[in-house]
Each structure stands twice: as C-alpha cells, then as structure tokens.
C-alpha cells in the first residue's frame, strides 16, 4: 500500500509555469506505475500524464503536450508534473495516482489503485 500527497499548486498567471510534487510513502515506489489526472470545476476527472517505474517512458494528453514534463525520483519516492505555459483551461485540481499492476492502460481512472488528496492549480487569464 501506499500513501501520496501532492504540493505545489497555486494561483498563476497565463503563460507561468509551475511544479507539482508527489511524496509517496509505503514500501517499493518503483514498483508502482505512476500518473497524474486533474477534475476541473463540472467536469470529469481526466488523465494528464503518466511515467512508467523507472521513467524512461512518458504519456501525456494531448492537450498538454509540450508543456507539460513529468518525471520520478525513485530514491526520493516522488513524483513531479513541470507545467509551462499555463492556460486558464489548465486550471483544476490535480491528483496523482498509483498503479500496482501496470497492464498497460495509463489514462484509465480505474487502473490506479492509490490517489492522492489533489492539489488546486488556478490559472487567470
């Protein structure tokens, strides 16, 4: 089992940049494939990102490719989500995700076993 909790969010302006962190605790954090989501105001939950268990593979949605980078810290059992270029379509808050038992659906809700408390990003226009 694991336990996440997420930080880093905040109220920006159009074009800022923030970063999100992750801290995991609980045992074999590299054993978890990771992701984050985020649940506008409304709206359902939706995948954002995802890394695999040593991060050399990445996934993102489209809407935010080439803003956004995530990446892990095995040795630090955290999890990051660089966001560039903020919009206000951006704003939401964000959660990260565990996956125990990667099967190969990184942008499906219901892959991740574990999920974090969420952190609000807004972004004004």
């Known amino acids: 089992q694991v336990q996440l909790v997420e930080s880093g969010g905040g109220l920006v302006q159009t074009g800022d940049s923030l970063r999100l962190s992750c801290a995991a605790s609980g045992r074999s954090f590299s054993s978890y494939f990771m992701g984050w989501f985020r649940q506008a105001p409304g709206k359902e939950r939706e995948f954002v990102a995802a890394?695999?268990?040593?991060?050399?593979?990445?996934y993102y949605v489209d809407s935010v490719k080439g803003r956004f980078t995530i990446s892990r810290e095995n040795a630090k059992n955290t999890v990051y989500l660089q966001m560039n270029s903020l919009k206000p379509e951006d704003t939401a808050v964000y959660f990260c995700?565990?996956?125990?038992?990667?099967?190969?659906?990184?942008?499906?809700?219901?892959?991740?076993?574990?999920w974090g408390q969420g952190t609000q990003v807004t972004v004004s226009s």
């Open positions: 995700a565990a996956d125990p038992n990667y099967s190969g659906s990184y942008s499906w809700i219901g892959a991740y076993d574990y």
């Open positions: 890394v695999s268990w040593s991060g050399t593979t990445t």
